[in-house]
């Protein structure tokens, strides 16, 4: 497990891009304890991230709290590419209505680990 900063979140970001043909998205990062103002404080506490999805405009922001995660036990990239998956879901037209389903929640932490460990094989 290793601390998510800013640059390694954006690497990690450019690497999901590509694998999932998400190249024209643009993504912005919020790597950070704080939950940005976008991002809802008030019923955020027990979040380890959020993502917000523009379908129209290609874009996505995305928090991700490194503690928080870690407090979770899980890794902060697992997190990262949790949220960037639900912009590709978005992108595939699976979105409002059951993109928060526990259901789609689990299959994207499932998801997110797999990602992770594709990452770090092809990043060592
Ligand atoms: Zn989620």
Redo the contacts with the bound molecule.
Sequence with gaps: MTELTLVDARKAIRWFQKTMGLQDWKFRLWIQDEPPEWADPNSSSSFM???VTSVPWKSARIWVSPSRAVKENEDPLATLF??T??TAFWDCGVGEGN??SEH??FL??RLGTALLMAYQAENK
Excluded: A, I, T
């Design positions: 991230g959020r993502s949790h949220e998956l639900h993109s928060h789609v929640e994207l932490n």
